[in-house]
């Protein structure tokens, strides 16, 4: 007995001294991508919130997942008037499901049973939707004809493309600035919610823009040649593709101080640095093209462009702060009624900066915190998920996802 006691000893220290090794060396797993229960089809687009995921395909219609993708259901009727229903993107708002089709825009109400088209007034060419936005009160639809609102929650829709060029393809609030994207003449921007559009597209060397994401005061755009970043509401662009191989973009998400980029032919690459550097995250991943990127409460999700895989990905760990330098932020709860309490223990302390952004990846506010190691905030809105981007002096940011139930 005195023996093994002694072999067990020996085999302890073992284990320790190779997790110290391991941790020393980065050699710990990360966390892996996992193929889900796919539907098999071509795979479009992926909007997720909570453990709801909606994917749309190329020609097999739309399929709802409630158990974060670990069933689907059977594909639903949406746009059955049209004989090959592309599903071009993908939007969850509570309730509501939104899909943009090469045949128009349609929404459900009851789960993704069935779905209504909502395409009075979307007129052109070619009513291809391939973005939706909600901002505030208003919704944004891109479309290859340009750009569209309504005001009346889609039951009208008029044309709001005076200045803008091209098709358009995609769609996002910065701050005071509503931006579109298009399918060769660059970056727009607006500054009075779309009645009137100017070029934005200062250091951009491909004019194809993909996606938008907010990082706190910065904007990233996905083009066919790369990631840029503005820091400056859209005046000037700088490529930021350190590590980046493959250069055709198709999505960005942030999830918790991790910016994830979705590629053609290099998978899927992930920056801590606010861009600064990338490298891949494909652990898991039997395909490197990805057509698109979402996150729920739980995992985030992507999918395989011209296949019918989805994969799911362990969310990456909240808590400590890898793009702030120097600092360890806490942020509790993370399912809350409303207060969320920030706790930072920098050394040295550094002035900081909350930003509140909903899951539509607009910002609902702006608070400066300073230099206060502990500050408490309360989330004005709708229950639902809502990223906090806290951004320190020297221009670094970490996002933190909270629930309010």
């Known amino acids: 007995m005195r023996y093994l006691h002694w072999i067990g000893q020996i085999r302890d220290l073992m284990k320790a001294q190779l997790l110290a090794y391991c941790m020393l060396t980065g050699l710990l797993v990360k966390a892996q991508w996992q193929a889900t229960n796919n539907p098999n089809t071509q795979i479009q687009c992926i909007a997720a919130e909570g453990s709801t995921v909606l994917i749309g395909t190329g020609g097999g219609g739309v399929y709802v997942s409630t158990d974060n993708a670990d069933t689907w259901s059977s594909p639903s009727d949406c746009c059955s008037d049209f004989v090959l229903p592309y599903i071009w993107c993908t939007a969850i708002e509570g309730s509501e499901f939104y899909a943009g089709t090469t045949s128009g825009l349609y929404r459900s109400v009851d789960g993704g049973a069935t779905w209504d088209p909502i395409n009075n007034g979307l007129t052109g060419a070619d009513t291809m939707v391939s973005a939706i936005l909600r901002d505030d009160t208003t919704l944004f639809a891109a479309l290859q004809s340009g750009v569209f609102r309504s005001f009346d929650n889609g039951a009208n829709w008029t044309n709001a493309s005076v200045g803008f060029t091209g098709n358009a393809r995609a769609l996002a609030r910065h701050g005071a600035y509503l931006f579109a994207g298009s399918a060769g003449a660059g970056v727009f921007r607006s500054l009075d919610n779309g009645d009137n559009w100017a070029a934005a597209s200062v250091g951009l060397t491909n004019g194809v823009v993909n996606d938008f994401q907010s990082v706190g005061a910065d904007l990233f755009v996905a083009t066919n040649e790369g990631v840029f970043r503005s820091t400056d509401n859209g005046d000037t662009w700088t490529a930021v593709n350190s590590g980046i191989l493959t250069l055709t973009i198709w999505d960005l998400l942030l999830v918790n101080g991790h910016l994830y980029a979705a590629s053609m032919g290099g998978g899927i690459y992930v ?34 462009a011209a296949m019918g895989d989805v994969f799911r990905h362990a969310l990456p760990a909240v808590g400590l702060d890898e793009g702030v330098s120097g600092s360890l932020i806490r942020v509790y709860p993370t399912l809350t009624t409303g207060e969320v309490i920030i706790e930072d223990k920098a050394t040295p302390a550094m002035d900081r900066t909350v930003c509140v952004i909903d899951a539509l990846g607009r910002t609902l506010k702006t608070i400066r915190i300073g230099y206060a190691q502990r500050a408490s905030l309360y989330l004005d809105g709708t229950a639902g998920p809502y990223n906090l981007e806290i951004r320190s002096a020297d221009r670094r940011v970490a996002s933190y996802r909270v629930v309010k139930q």
């Open 271 to 304: 920056s801590t640095d606010n861009g600064a550097s990338w490298s891949t995250d494909n652990a898991g991943l039997t395909y490197t093209s990805m057509s698109s990127l979402a996150a729920g409460d739980t995992y985030m999700y992507t999918g395989v």
